[in-house]
């Protein structure tokens, strides 16, 4: 028995799987069908009253196929199994944020005032990725765990640490290195296309080396909506996958235009910087279905699959988003040079490096402490309160002091971890 709580195996979590799909779980993809249709109608009609009801109507449509695309997403775990179905449920969970950024980036080629929300709708998602999800998913796992510890399964300290499964310390270490790396933005001031290969190069190398590594555990059954889609037959699952992918994936991408405009356009009507807007606003919208799916693996009992899907989804944003910006900013008609940083954007990247590096130095040990989540949530909430150019450079300089003493701390852990994405899948680095 562990002294931290990870993921239990099936004969520890009474999780059963739907027997069939039914009527109910249609009415949840009808429901969000009906709010993604008034943004398609508005866009084959060439419908704009004003921005904050394209704000509402756009705005709804994403976060309704966003649902679609987390449930699909999860279902087809059935299908694909490993580390890299974790990978690729990360990386479509945030397609619906990977739109309107691109847009934006996109945008800028042709209109300099643009540069700026690539970088705002980057930095936001990460930062609220680390700052809010990963504590949530923390809380909740160890909440859960009490209910373990009271029935003996567990011992108390379980309600104190999650422990992440060995199999994330690839992702972990792909992320240390990433973290690391990203300091160069600030430095350059920008995000030249060759960088942007070398990053998209990264992710390339993270997916093969995903689909390398097998799972610590039990495969564990679906259940809610993703295990009325897994329980269909074969054929009518993948067709019905197929379909949701497509239909989630039509309404995303035509209505990120207008959605992402619509933000910018709110933010004057309504007297609210439009920078803020978009680098707090859009990632709440494109992103809370990830952290529903995240949350609901917690509420299970399986918190090690919690928390990595919302590594590797920081992993993708530092990797194929970063990297993808210069080359829409590019094909948008910029300068091949890439994507050029103000000094608002060069702080903002500086502060999301810092947070993320003190995150690994978290993790690095695959313990994740209830204290530790706190001290990640405080931070997060600080950085509201901090806005001058002065304070946030300060806010960064504590990120890296915290994280260098928990990374003295956790010092054993930092030579695994770092070269975890170059050691074969039979190293010990992945095994108990």
């Given at each position: ?72 997403a999860e279902a087809a775990q059935k299908d694909i199994a490993g580390a890299l179905a974790i990978a690729i449920l ?26 700026q929300f690539a970088a705002a709708n980057m930095t936001g998602s990460n930062r609220l990725l680390l700052g809010f ?103 009518a699952r993948r067709w019905t996958l197929v379909a949701l992918f497509v239909v989630a994936a039509a309404v995303i ?180």
């Amino acid at each position: 028995m562990t002294d931290t709580l990870s993921t239990p195996s099936t004969s520890s979590v009474p999780i059963v799987p739907a027997a069939r799909m039914g009527a109910s779980a249609w009415g949840r993809i009808a429901v969000c069908i009906v709010l993604a249709l008034p943004a398609v109608v508005f866009r084959l009609g060439g419908f704009a009253p004003n921005p904050l009801v394209d704000l509402l109507v756009f705005g709804g449509a994403v976060v309704a196929a966003s649902f679609l695309l987390a449930w699909a997403a999860e279902a087809a775990q059935k299908d694909i199994a490993g580390a890299l179905a974790i990978a690729i449920l990360a990386l479509i969970a945030v397609l619906p944020e990977y739109a309107v950024d691109l847009y934006y980036a996109f945008r800028s080629g042709s209109d300099a005032a643009y540069e700026q929300f690539a970088a705002a709708n980057m930095t936001g998602s990460n930062r609220l990725l680390l700052g809010f999800g990963w504590p949530l998913v923390v809380v909740i796992s160890l909440l859960v765990a009490r209910r373990f510890v009271r029935e003996g399964s567990m011992p108390p300290i379980a309600t104190k640490v999650l422990s992440l499964e060995r199999s994330a310390r690839l992702d972990v270490g792909f992320l240390a290195l990433l973290a690391l790396v990203a300091f160069l933005i600030p430095l350059m001031g920008s995000i030249p296309m060759w960088f942007g290969f070398v990053l998209l190069a990264a992710f390339v190398v993270y997916l093969w080396r995903a689909s390398q590594v097998s799972d610590d555990g039990d495969d564990e059954p679906l259940v809610g909506m993703a295990g009325n889609i897994a329980s269909m037959p074969q054929r009518a699952r993948r067709w019905t996958l197929v379909a949701l992918f497509v239909v989630a994936a039509a309404v995303i991408l035509s209505s990120a235009e207008p959605f992402a405009d619509a933000l910018v356009q709110s933010g004057s009507a309504l007297g609210i910087d439009s920078y803020f807007l978009v680098q707090w606003l859009a990632p709440l919208a494109t992103e809370a279905p990830e952290f529903i799916v995240a949350a609901l693996f917690a509420l299970r009992g399986m918190g090690g699959a919690a928390i990595g899907t919302l590594i590797a989804s920081k992993v993708n944003q530092w990797s194929l988003l970063v990297g993808s910006l210069p080359i829409a900013h590019v094909l948008g008609g910029g300068t091949t040079g890439g994507l050029p940083l103000d000094g608002r954007q060069v702080e903002e990247f500086m502060l999301t490096a810092s947070q993320t590096v003190l995150g690994v130095a978290i993790i690095i040990a695959l313990r994740f402490h209830r204290w530790s989540a706190i001290a990640l949530a405080v931070l997060f909430a600080v950085q509201f309160a901090v806005t001058d150019t002065n304070g946030r450079w300060v806010l960064s300089v504590v990120h890296l002091v915290a994280a260098v003493v928990v990374l003295w701390i956790n010092r054993r852990d930092i030579v695994p971890t770092v070269t975890a994405p170059f050691r074969r899948p039979s190293s010990p680095v992945f095994r108990d």
